[in-house]
């Protein structure tokens, strides 16, 4: 079994906000990133894919497909957008919204890769993980 | 839904590797350099690896304020800018980045809420890091 990683950048915009709270919770929760006008991030997203080496190719999957799946799944949706207000996942209801924090971006990005992958047989999804800075970082491997 | 959070944070220390197990001669030859009388020291990068369900409530596994000062408290304000083999910690044991590696992970995994902690990454330099997962 091996595993290889595709990394690819997107730049988006968001804020952390819990409409059931008031102010003063989601700030004291949130701190800075309660700011409702929204910052941005150059984020960084790791995608590890694993499965055994083809034996004609030499390959566990063909890194351009890779980097176009990940572009059509994953930057199409998200690169220059308002997480709050742009993307599916996060801006689904003003109060059922799930809040776009780094893990729940890691989270959102498998689901909507994990098809794409299993789709190309061979090779499944082992670990997405999104950089928020160099500093900052979340991942998923799937686990319930 | 597990979810994995990870954060790294910046110690300068120094250190000098040397045991008084070992004689000046074997000391030179196992530590090399790192056993100048004097010490040196590196720009440890920390690298904070923390586990759990993802809160429905905050989208996140740990508010990572709280893991800052966690950080802050038990790692950083002791070992930034100190000498390590002054530490009580360094007393009977070289302060080898594995040895540091495993006294953060205990230190954190004390202050943290139990069962968060998944693994402490040290970087020495840009070409050697140590990893620890417990047990």
Redesign the interface.
Known sequence: MISLTRRATFSASHY?W?PAWTEEKNEQ???RCANKNGHGHNYTLEVTVAGEVDPVTGFVVDLKWLRDAIDREVLAAWDHRHLNLEVSEFAASETAA???????L??AAWKRLEPSVLGAGGARLSRVRVYET????????G?? | MKAYFGRRYLISASHRLHTAALSPEENRSTYGKCNNPHGHGHNYVVEVLVAGAVDPETGMVINMVALDEVVRARVLDRFDHANLNLDPLFMNQVPTTENLCKEVFALLKEALPAGKLERVRIEETENNFFECEGD
């Open positions: 952390y819990k929760v949130f701190g799930t809040i776009p924090t780094t893990e729940n890691a989270i160099p500093e900052i970082f979340a991942e998923f491997r686990e319930a």
